[in-house]
C-alpha cells in the first residue's frame, strides 16, 4: 500500500507545483485566524477576557492557524465534481478506493502548507512575551494525536458530505453550510472558552471542537488529566464514526450511483 | 410556470436503459456492438464492467461479477470512454503511467516490456513527457489507450475509442487493436458509431436499440442476408435502352447513360462479364451495399427473422437496468 501512496503522492506533488499560485491563494483562506487574531487583540487591550491575555489570544490563534492548515479539507468538492462529471467512473475502475487518491493528495498539501506557515508561527510565538506553551515531550505527543485525530475528523466529514454528490446535484450548499458551522463552532472565529458555559457543555459532546479547539488547548497546557483523556476519547469516537459512516455510505451509495454522463 | 412545477414536484419515471439483453462472448473474440445513440451500448459495458448494479439478471466476466469490483476482477480488463478520461489532464501522461504501475502492482521489467511495446505500436515517444492538455485528441487518446493497457487486460471494453478523430488516427487505432488482440488474444468489446471501426475488427456484432437486441452473430452472415446482392454501377458511351438491362440485374436505377444494378452475389462476377460483351460499357463498378444501410435496415426491423441468430449458452448476461 505505502508503493501506491508514494506513487500518488509524487503525483499530487507534481500537480501542487503545477499549482502552486492556487495553493497560496487557498492559504490566504486560512488566514481568517490571523485577523481573528487582531480582533481579539484589540478586545482584550482593557484585560484578560475569560481567562485569556493577549498573550493567549496570539498562543490561540498562533496554533489555530497551524492546526487549521493541517485540517484544511477540500476532498468533497473533488467528490462532487467527480460524480457530476461522471469522471469517478475511471476512478472506480482502479482496483484502489478513490479516496486513498484524495487522502494522498491532502497529505502532500499539508507539507507544502507546513513549509510556509510554521517558520512564521515560530517566530511570532517566540517574539510575543508572555506566551505560555506546554512543550513536554508528552504534551507534546499528546497534541500530535490530536492533530491526527482532528485530521481525521475533518477530512471523513468532509468526504462524507461530498458523498452526498451520490443523491443531490446541491452538494455545494451542504458543504458550505457545514464550513460555516465548522469555522465558527470548532473555534476557529473565538476560542471556545469565549462561549457560554452552557454552550460549551452541549459542544463538548459534538466532533467540532475536536477539529481545532481541543488541539489548541492540550498545547497550551489547557487540557489535562482527565478533562484530556475525555476529550480523546470523545475525539477518537467521533472519527471512529465518520470513518465507518464513510465506509458504510460509501457502499450504499456505490450501488445508486448510475455513472453519469459517460 | 413549467419550470416553477419542476421547482417543487418533480416528476421521475424509469426508464430501461437495458432489457433483456442477452449475449455469451468467448475469450479472444472480438465483437462489435452497434446501435444509435441511447441504444444501451455504454450501459451494457458500464454493467459488464461494474460501475452499474442490474436490476435484474446476471452478468459474469472471466468467472468474477462486475458490480463486486473484486481487485482481482479490476486488474483483468480496461474500459476505454472515448469521452472520458483517466489521464491526468495537468501532467504527463507518464505521471499517470506510473501511478498505474504502482496501483495495478505492475511488476518492474513487465510495466518496462509492456511500455516498450506501446510505445512501438502507437508511436508515443515525445508524448509521454508532454502535459496532457498539450495533447492533441488523436495523440491523447493514444495515451489514453496505452494507460488502459498497462496492466495488460484480459478484456477490453471499448467505447466509442475512435470518436472525433480524424479518419488517419482512426485506422491507426483500429490497426493497433488488432495487432494487440492478436498478439495478447484479449478479448474486444467495441462500440463505435463509425461503421469502419466495427467493420475492420470485428467478426461478430450485437446490434442493439433500445435495450433490445436486433441481431447478434456474423457480419458477413448478416451482411449476405439483408443485403444478398452487390451494386453494379455502369456508365455507358452511348445511351442505352433500359429494359435491356433487365437480364443482368434488378435496376435500381438507369437514366439511359449511366444505371445502377442489384446483382446477386453468387451470379455478379458471370453478369459482369456477360454484360461487357455485350453492352458498350464507359465504367463499371462493383460495390458492396453500405454498412450504414444494412444496419439501417436492422434497426427499422425491416429484416425478419433475425433474432439472436448466435448459438449461445447465457454466461455474460447482463440484463435489465432500470
Known sequence: MWRKYLALSKAAWALI?????????????????????????????EGAVNGYTAADFVAYFMLGWFVRNLTAVWASWELDFAIREGRLSPMLLRPIHPIHNEIAVNWVEKLLRILIVAPIITVVLIATPGVQLNLSPLNLLAFVISVAGAWLIAFMSDYLIGMLAFWTTQ???????????RLVLSGVIAPLAMFPQAVQDVLRWLPFPYMLNFSVSIAMGRVQGEAMLLGFITQWAWAAFFVIAVWVAWKIAIRNYSAVGA | MGSLRAFVARKYRTVKAVDDVSFDIEAGEMVGFLGPNGAGKTTTLKVLSGLL??????????????????????????????????????????????????????????????LKELDQLLDLGPLLKKQV????????????????LLHRPKVLFLDEPT???DVTMQVRIRDFIAEYNRRHGATVILTSHYMADVTALCDRIIVIDKGKVLYDGNFRALIERVAPYKILKLQFEQPVACEQLAAFGDIASCDGMTAVLHVPRSQAA?????????????????EDPPVEDIIREVFAGRVAGLGTAHEQTPAVNPAGAG
Not at chain 2, 133 to 148: D, I, T, V
Open chain 1, 17 to 45: 507545483v503545477e499549482y502552486r499560485a492556487q495553493i497560496v491563494i487557498w492559504m490566504m483562506n486560512s488566514i481568517l485566524m490571523v485577523i481573528m487574531l487582531l480582533v481579539w487583540l484589540s478586545i482584550s487591550r
Open chain 1, 171 to 181: 452538494t455545494g450548499a451542504f458543504i458550505q453550510g457545514f464550513y460555516g458551522i
Open chain 2, 53 to 114: 448494479y442490474p436490476t435484474s439478471g446476471t452478468a459474469t466476466v472471466l468467472g468474477f461479477t462486475p458490480h463486486k469490483r473484486e481487485p482481482a476482477y479490476l486488474k483483468q480488463f480496461t474500459l476505454v470512454m472515448g469521452q472520458k478520461q483517466q489521464l491526468l489532464w495537468d501532467l504527463p501522461a507518464i505521471e499517470t503511467f506510473l501511478i498505474n504501475q504502482a496501483i495495478y502492482e505492475i511488476p518492474r521489467d513487465q510495466y518496462a516490456a509492456t
Open chain 2, 163 to 165: 470518436i472525433g478523430l
Open chain 2, 270 to 286: 458471370e453478369a459482369a462479364a456477360r454484360l461487357l460483351t455485350q453492352v458498350e460499357v464507359d465504367d463499371v463498378n462493383f
Open chain 2, 133 to 148: 492538455r498539450k495533447l492533441s485528441l488523436g495523440e491523447r487518446m493514444k495515451c489514453e489507450l496505452a494507460a488502459a
